[in-house]
Each structure stands twice: as C-alpha cells, then as structure tokens.
Nanobody, 121 residues
C-alpha cells in the first residue's frame, strides 16, 4: 500500500511564501513523475507543476517565475516552493506521484489528501 502525505499549507499574506512537502511511503518500487495540482473553489483541477525522476520540470503559465518544484529521490519527497503568492493562488493543493509499487509492479497514479493554501490580507 502506498501513501502520499502532504504538509506545509496555511494562511499567508499576498506577496508571502509557503513551502509544501509531499512524502510517498509504502511498498514503492520506483517513482516516475511527481507533481502538484490545485483546485480553487468553483473551479476545475489545475496542473501547477511536475518534475520527472531525472529532474525535468514543467509549470503552469500562471506560476512560472514564482513557484519552484523540486524532489529528493532518496526520500521519495517532492516540494513546492511558492513565492510572491497572490490571492488567486488560494486553493487546495494536491500532490501526485506516478509510480510502480510491489507486488503488482503496475504503473499507477497516487494522490495526497490535499492541503489548503489561503492567500489573503
């Protein structure tokens, strides 16, 4: 069984920073891409950023230059450094990992439980 546990959300003022973390644990064989998605009230899920096992990154246009995704492969952990936060960044942020787990070795997507980020003065 695989679990993704997120941490680091909270309330921050516009222009502030937050760092999200997501640790994957369980019967993991290998992790391919990891990423962050978000859902604002009344809106659809939106890709925020992804990172491959080799470190290649991809960002939504709305966060380029403000957010930085990184990962620690030894810890099966992905991070999202969020700077210059705006009220429109307010959302529930979800961690995603595409990985193979034992014993099936199937490649599957797993999701965290979500962490609330609120940007408000």
């Amino acid at each position: 069984q695989v679990q993704l546990v997120e941490s680091g959300g909270g309330l921050v003022q516009p222009g502030g920073s937050l760092r999200l973390s997501c640790a994957a644990s369980g019967s993991i064989f290998s992790i391919n891409a990891m990423g962050w998605y978000r859902q604002a009230p009344g809106k659809q899920y939106e890709l925020v950023a992804t990172i491959t096992s080799g470190g290649s990154t991809n960002y939504a246009d709305s966060v380029k230059g403000r957010f930085t995704i990184s990962r620690d492969n030894a810890k099966n952990t992905v991070y999202l450094q969020m700077d210059s936060l705006k009220p429109e960044d307010t959302a529930v942020y979800y961690c995603n990992a595409n990985l193979r787990s034992r014993p099936t070795m199937r490649r599957e997507d797993y999701w965290g439980q979500g962490t609330q980020v609120t940007v408000s003065s």
